[in-house]
């Protein structure tokens, strides 16, 4: 049976900030929990986008374009420019890995312009009591997506130097010594300033797109909240000059939120490229 509806600014945040989960947590690391809507939005955002620019690609003229073949002529134009822009090497993974997660993130994104209420509300009539749309205010997908680039840096950086040559960038800089006995002696001091930016790329790469839509989620949810009793609050005419003012603050967000969703989707993009192609080239 769905539990009773929030009451409370605070049970109403917590409410919309729990997820469908299959169970819960033990500790803060719990590989067994699986969170369902992210799962499910992640997936149904991946078919929508590798569905619909499969489809403009079958269906793409020679002649005058229609307007969604222009959209992705226009995206796909963009992504390739910020790629030969930051890469100088030759990778034919690269192009579509950055299209992808644009285009990925993008979408993730954009759920959070959705009515926070609207789809949890949809999912309440059948019996499901918690929703989470967005599935980037979800640290594992954010991790998940960093983690993935993580690796390809490591194996390009294999690839392409050689594991002694991957070595040696993390043991034998900024400090080097033409000495054997001195280099040998500044490998743990070079390591250790060199490891720590190397493992802080996932985590800053996660936590930059986690935070930023986090917290405009939040700013939604503390809108959304000012006029939670509905009726009851709005029998007079200071309840409606909070709706008004409600709307008009939830208006502006969204429209400045726009910025913010593309803005966090094309910089994990481009710092995806950098990293890549930092990979790639001999230091």
């Not at 403009?56 to 790629?83: S, Y």
């Not at 979408?107 to 929703?131: C, Q, R, S």
């Not at 409606?240 to 913010?260: C, E, G, K, M, R």
Request: net charge negative.
């Amino acid at each position: 049976m769905a539990a009773e509806a929030p009451t409370t600014a605070n049970e109403y945040i917590l409410h919309h900030l729990t997820f469908l989960s299959n169970k819960e947590p033990r500790g803060i690391v719990d590989f067994s929990v699986i969170h369902w809507d992210t799962v499910f939005f992640s997936v149904a955002l991946a078919l929508l986008f590798g569905g619909s620019f499969y489809m403009a690609a079958r269906t793409a003229k020679a002649g005058v374009p229609g307007k969604f073949q222009n959209f992705v002529e226009l995206v796909v134009e963009f992504v390739d420019t910020q790629v030969k822009d930051s890469f100088h090497g030759t990778n034919k993974l690269l192009a579509p890995l950055a299209l992808t997660i644009f285009c990925w993130v993008l979408l993730f994104n954009a759920m959070d312009i959705l009515p926070v209420d609207l789809l949890p509300w949809a999912a309440h009539g059948v019996g499901i009591e918690h929703l989470k749309v967005v599935p980037t205010t979800d640290l594992n997908t954010t991790f998940a997506m960093a983690l993935t680039v993580f690796v390809l840096i490591i194996y390009y950086s294999i690839k392409v130097k050689g594991l002694g040559g991957f070595a040696a960038e993390l043991t034998l800089q900024p400090f080097v010594a033409k000495n054997i006995v001195l280099k040998i002696l500044l490998i743990p001091v070079n390591l250790l300033l060199e490891i720590v930016p190397f493992l802080a790329r996932p985590i800053s790469l996660s936590l930059r797109l986690y935070g930023n839509l986090f917290a405009g989620e939040m700013i939604f949810l503390l809108l959304a909240a000012l006029t939670l009793h509905g009726a009851q609050q709005l029998s007079g005419a200071g309840g409606w000059a909070l709706l008004v003012a409600q709307f008009a603050l939830a208006l502006a967000w969204a429209i400045f939120h726009l910025l913010v969703i593309t803005l966090q989707a094309f910089i994990f993009m481009v710092l995806t490229i950098v990293y890549l192609s930092m990979a790639q080239e001999h230091h």
